[in-house]
């Protein structure tokens, strides 16, 4: 019998083929959304985190270990002050450099899972450039045409990857917890969510955490329903405990903050693991603990504090260090810290998260849906023990990001590393869009097409954020001010690899320029002398628009009264005056930026004696 067209129909619509067809549409339609956002929204790197991440990256997979080209005050002093108590036990090159100045400065401030993820997509990027004929250089020169920095932008295409990872595991969530118009909702307005594309522009770990995430709250799943099981496998029950500690450990390598949700999982476990509770929490304390402890002993063993400079999060941006004067504390002093001003913070932090964090959760109006739907009596067990857990996560989160908020969620709004809660974003999807298919049901609509208008008009407007970012104008990609590049390069080339610039910006020069940078020190003389007479002479100082356009009373004078940058910045701009000690004596201009050098480094070649 001849094969008819309309053979070829059926196939298509009713035969196996068309459950292929509709995932090649939706892989097309995934697709064209990717390009399209790039192309009118993508924006370099912006935040310190993704450039220092990304340049820690560059050096792990460059075999230069977890070294960082970004320093800062509070780093050196925490290693000099570490190393100083037990000079005997060092050799006698780095018992003339404690504090790691002179060779490979060892990072104690990135937890390590997103920078070994970026290294190994750098190198897998490195041979594809070299199997490949110059494509690379057609793409940078039409990168560098749009003004995106090819290497920001490649990271941006690998956090993409991974935002299509945790779409993925929303709807095989919400198809095992609910049904699959659920699931293919719930993915499409995660998919849909304009906050998660801008963390997948932003360079930081916030998608690498969703996904974990998201595996841990499947993997919970799964061990509610083996304890919910009167004669289930023990074996496996105890195996999804494993699991989720190792989920656990993997997340808090990636952001510290993460390991706060151990206590709400250890709980869920207690409660739901049935006669097994006890081994099967033993076995996720145990596993978890595994994870974490040889980072641990390997920053205890570099500073001599568990978590590096994080074991400090709690006095950063308090009344002992305000704003960013602990990280820039080259002799920070600890003998006024209480414990009641921290409580201050906390409760500072706590009302700045209910009436601005929470609000936004959802990044549209699906939050509304999702508190009234926690109200709802589920029939299904694992749905009302997962909202359980669900708030226990959330109340977890919002303590954690009370206590560990710095300047930085001042300095940026929603898309930095400090925003813990929106990755509970997917089950707020999933619980809001479970509400909405119940109140669909009760809908008396007269035919079937008016049921799937209703669907499509409550995904348009809860995607409303993301389409309006295709209005016009279309934004710049250059993450300016403070980052220019073309100055950036400029300044980086006047450096000779090793030496040591001053800058408001060091993670930019690090991973723009591949220069050893220092963040401003607190004043322009104690500390800064400190620095440079007694640990490695800066070179040279360059202030971007962030430190030029600072206000002048409260971040330049106020601070450490009339030994302040403020004094010498004002008077190199406006008297072309320095103070006389100061080493850095020669300058040249730039667009609404200051350069200071040791010796006129744009115009000729470094002399053979300085």
């Known amino acids: 019998m001849p094969f008819l067209p309309q053979d070829l129909v059926h196939k298509l619509v009713a035969g196996g083929a068309a459950r292929g067809l509709r995932l090649a549409l939706v892989g097309l339609g995934i697709l064209a959304l990717a390009v399209a956002y790039n192309w009118r929204s993508y924006k370099n790197l912006a935040t310190p985190a993704a450039m220092d991440q990304a340049q820690l990256a560059r050096n792990l997979a460059e075999g230069g270990g977890f070294t960082t080209r970004t320093l800062r005050p509070f780093t050196i002093y925490l290693l000099k002050q570490h190393n100083q108590t037990r000079l005997a036990a060092l050799p006698e090159a780095r018992r003339a450099d404690p504090a790691h100045l002179r060779g490979p400065h060892p990072d104690i401030v990135n937890a390590p899972a997103y920078p070994v993820l970026l290294a190994a997509w750098f190198k897998a990027q490195s041979l594809a450039r070299s199997a490949s004929a110059g494509w690379e250089k057609k793409f940078s020169a039409v990168a560098w045409d749009n003004g995106w920095h090819p290497q920001d932008f490649w990271i941006a295409l690998l956090n993409q990857g991974l935002l299509l990872g945790a779409v993925g595991l929303t709807f095989l969530l919400a198809r095992r917890l609910f049904d699959a118009p659920v699931a293919w909702t719930a993915a499409g307005l995660l998919l849909g969510a304009e906050i998660l594309w801008r963390f997948s522009v932003s360079g930081l770990s916030t998608l690498l955490l969703l996904v974990l995430l998201l595996t841990l709250v499947w993997v919970l799943v799964r061990l509610e329903e083996d304890g919910r099981a009167e004669a289930g496998p023990g074996r496996r029950l105890l195996l999804w405990a494993a699991l989720a500690g190792l989920v656990l450990g993997a997340g808090m390598l990636t952001r510290y903050a993460f390991g706060f949700l151990f206590l709400p999982v250890l709980v869920y476990v207690l409660v739901i693991a049935g006669p097994r509770r006890v081994p099967a929490a033993a076995l996720l304390t145990v596993v978890f603990v595994a994870c974490i402890t040889p980072w641990i002993a390997r920053n205890l063993a570099v500073c001599g504090l568990p978590l590096g400079t994080a074991t400090y999060t709690l006095l950063e941006n308090s009344v002992f260090f305000p704003q960013h004067r602990l990280e820039r504390s080259l002799q920070p002093d600890f003998s006024r810290v209480g414990l009641t001003p921290?409580?201050?913070?906390?409760?500072?932090?706590?009302?700045?998260?209910?009436?601005?964090?929470?609000?936004?959760?959802?990044?549209?109006?699906?939050?509304?849906?999702?508190?009234?739907?926690?109200?709802?009596?589920?029939?299904?067990?694992?749905?009302?023990?997962?909202?359980?857990?669900?708030?226990?996560?959330?109340?977890?989160?919002?303590?954690?990001?009370?206590?560990?908020?710095?300047?930085?969620?001042?300095?940026?709004?929603?898309?930095?590393?400090?925003n813990l809660l929106v990755l509970l974003l997917p089950l707020v999807i999933i619980y809001g869009v479970a509400l909405f298919y119940i109140l669909l049901d009760q809908m008396p609509l007269p035919f079937l097409a008016a049921r799937y208008a209703v669907i499509a008009a409550f995904c348009a407007v809860m995607t409303l954020p993301l389409l309006a970012t295709f209005l016009p104008p279309r934004p710049s990609p250059v993450a300016y001010p403070p980052y220019e590049l073309g100055s950036l390069k400029a300044v980086s080339d006047w450096m000779q690899d090793g030496e040591l610039i001053m800058t408001d910006v060091p993670w930019a020069l690090a991973w723009y320029g591949r220069r050893q940078a220092v963040l401003l020190t607190l004043d322009a003389e104690d500390e800064f002398y400190a620095l440079n007479d007694f640990l490695k002479p800066v070179r040279a100082l360059y202030l971007s628009p962030a430190a030029l356009d600072a206000r002048f009373l409260s971040q330049w004078v106020r601070p450490g009264g009339d030994r302040t940058w403020g004094v010498l910045i004002m008077s190199a701009l406006t008297r072309e005056q320095l103070p006389p000690r100061f080493p850095l004596r020669k300058s040249t201009r730039l667009p609404e930026q200051l350069f200071l050098a040791d010796w006129e480094r744009w115009i000729k070649p470094e002399p053979a004696a300085r």
């Open 342 to 418: 921290l409580w201050w913070k906390f409760f500072l932090n706590a009302r700045a998260v209910a009436l601005e964090d929470l609000p936004r959760l959802g990044g549209t109006w699906i939050t509304g849906f999702f508190l009234v739907g926690l109200l709802l009596n589920f029939r299904n067990p694992a749905l009302r023990r997962l909202r359980y857990w669900l708030l226990g996560a959330l109340a977890t989160l919002v303590f954690a990001q009370a206590f560990t908020r710095t300047a930085t969620a001042t300095d940026f709004t929603e898309v930095h590393d400090e």
